[in-house]
């Protein structure tokens, strides 16, 4: 009976010991790649951070399943983008049943608070329009410039959840800011050669990371957001691209990437696929390994 019981109570523990994480971890929760790499390198050991999408993955389009339900159910904190690249998170909060991750919990962190948007629609926009974004383009993560914002914003809100770690992550997040600012001004001085220079994308998810850089992002190959791009479109397009000495079309991982480089072909540019985020494209596995990769690509096609 006594080796029946020490059995029954270490099944227990073990069972235990994968349901929650040690005592001083925070079980963090985010909605994309980017926003994993930046709460790990503010939250650093504290933290054991989850991300409910790939980096291959268009996160505007994701399956609620029942494991991404659990993950919610069990975190202490659930950082999303904002800005509705991930509308979606709503449902599966209140569908996760966890009070602490919902919208105005004390655990939920909105990374876009104090960005500075750009792209915001003017005038009344419905679906007609496509996929548009009413308050702005949400992909400000591949704005290395803008990673001071948002880290800033997680600090604040991990420390909400567990103020005895503030200087921690504070002292997590200088050094992370140090050594971006170091590879900024790296990526500023490859870039500076292509300044002014009219980029085309397929979908407007590099319109920070362009910007930053002093790159001109003239037109999307879709017409409308999310919507396959008209014949006529296409066609503007190309002869728009030759009077405009376009020479690159970016796209992403999962754009067509056949229709991508028809287009590049026809106007004399070259089609490259960028990381969209972390984990988007082999050697892109780190937060700054995102960025170099993009700056490298884009230099080489641009050169």
Excluded: C
């Excluded at 308050?135 to 880290?151: K, Y």
């Excluded at 056949?258 to 990381?275: F, M, P, T, W």
């Excluded at 995102?290 to 050169?303: F, G, I, K, S």
């Amino acid at each position: 009976m006594r080796l029946a019981a020490l059995v029954f109570a270490l099944l227990t523990l073990a069972a235990g010991a994968g349901d929650a994480p040690a005592a001083a971890t925070l079980r963090v929760v985010t909605t994309t790649t980017d926003l994993k790499a930046l709460t790990e390198a503010v939250g650093g050991a504290v933290v054991e951070v989850e991300s409910l999408t790939r980096g291959t993955q268009n996160v505007h389009d994701v399956e609620l399943r029942p494991s991404l339900m659990l993950k919610l159910r069990r975190a202490d904190v659930l950082v999303e983008n904002g800005l509705e690249l991930d509308a979606w998170i709503d449902v599966a909060a209140r569908g996760a049943s966890n009070a602490k991750i919902l919208a105005g919990g004390r655990g939920r962190i909105d990374a876009s608070r104090d960005v500075p948007v750009i792209d915001v629609p003017a005038g009344r926009v419905d679906r007609s329009h496509g996929d548009v974004h009413p308050q702005g383009n949400p992909h400000f993560s591949l704005d290395p410039g803008l990673a001071p914002l948002v880290t800033q914003t997680i600090l604040e809100g991990l420390a909400r959840v567990a103020p005895a770690h503030q200087a921690v992550f504070a002292k997590n997040r200088d050094a992370f800011l140090a050594r971006l600012a170091d590879a900024l001004a790296q990526w500023t001085r490859r870039m500076e050669p292509f300044k002014g220079a009219k980029v085309v994308s397929y979908h407007a998810d590099f319109n920070y990371f362009l910007r930053r850089f002093g790159l001109v992002p003239l037109a999307n190959l879709e017409d409308r957001p999310g919507i396959p791009p008209s014949p006529g479109h296409l066609a503007r397009l190309i002869q728009q691209m030759k009077q405009e000495r376009v020479k690159v079309v970016l796209l992403e991982p999962w754009s067509d990437r056949g229709l991508a480089e028809r287009v590049a072909g026809d106007a004399g540019a070259r089609a490259i696929v960028l990381a969209t985020g972390v984990g988007a494209v082999t050697g892109a596995e780190t937060y700054l390994g995102a960025l170099e990769y993009n700056v490298r690509a884009l230099t080489e096609a641009l050169r």
